[in-house]
């Protein structure tokens, strides 16, 4: 499902941000990975998103070779993985139910389809009473929710998530890590960057550690 082989990424100065990175995780894993800051997470997550590309090395998600993909198919990627961005991204002018629908209108899904999608996940995370509401007006945590609704809402076989608890006190975010956890249990591939090394012990899931660009430990 997420393969990297002889992966290096060089940036202009030169910036070694990538080093050999071989790395293999199969369908319905659930894998998180740790790493002070500089160390290459958010290179490794533009590389999963197809935001970035390797200098060197080949990267495949869910069949796609992201090292070779051109600009008219990266569309189509996407609609195959769910990604989780630090920040949200939730968009202020647009309600919670509307948000989290833009993938399906983006894919051109039938109204009915949509109200039908939308109202399902929506009570799976426990927003279905916020759905009218905006961003500006729920809380962190629930914000985060959507944000995972969102990434969720077309079904991907693949779900990346960015320090998905790092603005959440330690109870949000064990719950985030709980709805995470169904989402792993239903089929799909999680990958979790986080620097939250508590809850990983916590956890006892696969965790891949960064440092240098380089993987330096890998629990199987």
């Known amino acids: 499902m997420i393969q990297?082989?002889?992966v290096y990424k060089t940036y202009t100065g030169p910036v070694h941000a990538l080093k050999n990175i071989d790395l293999t995780i199969d369908k319905?894993?659930?894998v998180f990975i740790t790493g002070p800051s500089g160390a290459g997470k958010t290179t490794l997550f533009k590389m999963l998103s197809a935001y970035d590309k390797p200098s060197s090395g080949n990267v495949n998600v869910a069949g796609f070779d992201l090292g070779k993909i051109g600009v008219e198919k990266v569309a189509d990627f996407r609609r195959r993985i769910g990604v989780i961005f630090q920040?949200?991204?939730?968009?202020?002018?647009?309600?919670?139910?509307?948000?989290?629908a833009l993938p399906l209108l983006v894919r051109g899904d039938r109204p009915a389809q949509i109200q039908r999608r939308v109202s399902e996940i929506l009570d799976h995370v426990g927003l279905l009473e916020k759905a009218d509401q905006r961003p500006e007006f729920i809380s962190g945590g629930e914000q985060q929710r959507t944000a995972i609704a969102r990434a969720l809402i077309h079904q991907p076989?693949?779900?990346?998530?960015?320090?998905?608890?790092?603005?959440?006190?330690?109870s949000l975010s064990e719950e985030i890590m709980d709805l995470l956890e169904r989402v792993c249990a239903q089929g799909t591939t999680v990958f979790v960057a986080t620097h939250d090394l508590e809850m990983v012990k916590r956890r006892k899931?696969?965790?891949i550690?960064?440092?240098?660009?380089?993987?330096?430990?890998d629990n199987k």
């Open 205 to 207: 899931k696969r965790t």
């Open 157 to 170: 076989g693949v779900l990346i998530a960015d320090e998905p608890t790092g603005n959440l006190d330690p």
């Open 28 to 30: 319905g894993e659930f």
């Open 87 to 100: 920040d949200f991204k939730l968009l202020k002018d647009r309600t919670i139910f509307e948000n989290i």
């Open 4 to 6: 990297f082989s002889h």
């Open 209 to 217: 550690q960064i440092a240098g660009g380089m993987i330096i430990g």
